[in-house]
Structure formats: C-alpha cells, structure tokens
Nanobody, 110 residues
C-alpha cells in the first residue's frame, strides 16, 4: 500500500479544512485507517481512526470538531476538520498497518 495525503494549508482559527488520504491498494477497504498528527517537538498523536466497517473513533481533543470518513470505491479516507484551533497546527499523517504517507502541513493562525 502507498498513501498520499493532501488538503493541508493555512487557515484562520475557526476555519475548516478537509484532508484526503489516497491509497494505491485495491483491498484498501478492509483496513482500518488512522490519521495522526505531529506538532514541532511533540510526539505523534493519534487523531482519528476509521475501521474497515466504517466505524470512527476520535481523540478527545478533536471530538465534535473532526469527522473521519471513507470512500472505498475511490480508495480514499477523508478528515474533515472544523472549528480549527491554533493547537491543531501540525503535520498530519495517514497510516495503514505499517505504511505512512508523507504528511501534509496544517497551520492554524490569524
């Protein structure tokens, strides 16, 4: 499996972004997919997971603001991020099993 994230950028506090994670594998739909993030000088943090069956779980820090979803025919998982805060600033990574994407930078700043 190869993963490619996109959709990061600079947004003001309170704004929204949608990240995408596109996978190369045709059996992508059976795997759990995770979104992690890593801020400078901090450990990588699990943000959200969606199971192969489509069940989501979220870190407490993003619950109620972020929505993870998947489009299996497109081999893509999304992370809709709403009500963004400066503390959401980080590089966001997509992960399936032992495979990681290259990351996409999200910066929340006035």
């Amino acid at each position: 499996v190869q993963l490619a994230e996109s959709g990061g950028g600079l947004v003001q506090p309170g704004g929204s972004l949608r990240l995408s994670c596109a996978a190369s594998a045709t059996m992508f739909s059976i795997y759990d997919v995770n979104w992690y993030r890593q801020a400078p000088e901090q450990q990588r943090e699990l943000v959200a997971t969606i199971t192969g069956g489509g069940n989501p779980t979220y870190a407490d820090s993003v619950k109620g603001r972020f929505i993870i979803s998947r489009d299996n025919p497109k081999n893509t998982v999304y992370l809709q991020m709403n009500s963004l805060k400066p503390e959401d600033t980080a590089v966001y990574y997509c992960n399936v099993l032992w495979t990681w994407g290259q990351g996409t930078q999200v910066t929340v700043s006035p």
